[in-house]
C-alpha cells in the first residue's frame, strides 16, 4: 500500500505562481513514475505533468513553459513538487497527485484558484 498526500495549492491571482508539494509512502525503488492530474468544475480528470525515475518528465502542452515538476527520493518517501508560474483562470481545478507501483495510488486532491 502506498499513502499519497499532497499540500500547498489555495487562492492565487492571475500571473501568479504557486507551489503544490506531494509525498508518497514507499521505498523508492518501487515507485516507478509520479505526478499530477487536474479535474475542473463540470471537466474530465487530464495530465498534467509526470516524472519518471532516471529524470524523464513530460508535461501537458497547455503548461509546457509555465509548471515544472521535480522530483526527490529518500529512503522510504518520495516527493515530487509543482511549481506553477504564469497561472492562468483556465488552471483552475482539483489537483491530484499519483504514485505509480504495481498500480496507480492517488492523493485527496488539492484545491488551485486563480482568479483576481
Known amino acids: 500500500q502506498v499513502e499519497v498526500v499532497e499540500s500547498g495549492g489555495g487562492l492565487v491571482e492571475p500571473g501568479g505562481s504557486l507551489s503544490l508539494s506531494c509525498s508518497a509512502s514507499?521505498?523508492?525503488?518501487?515507485?516507478?513514475?509520479m505526478g499530477w492530474f487536474r479535474q475542473a468544475p463540470g471537466k474530465q480528470r487530464e495530465f498534467v505533468a509526470v516524472?519518471?525515475?532516471?529524470?524523464?518528465?513530460?508535461?501537458a502542452d497547455s503548461v509546457k513553459g509555465r509548471f515544472t515538476i521535480s522530483r526527490e527520493d529518500a529512503e522510504t518517501t518520495v516527493t515530487v513538487s509543482l511549481q506553477m508560474g504564469g497561472l492562468k483562470p483556465e488552471d483552475t481545478a482539483v489537483y491530484y497527485c499519483?504514485?505509480?507501483?504495481?498500480?496507480?495510488?492517488w492523493g485527496k486532491g488539492i484545491q488551485v484558484t486563480v482568479s483576481s
Open positions: 499519483y504514485a505509480a507501483r504495481n498500480k496507480n495510488y
Open positions: 514507499g521505498n523508492r525503488l518501487s515507485i516507478h513514475g
Open positions: 516524472h519518471g525515475r532516471g529524470g524523464v518528465t513530460n508535461y
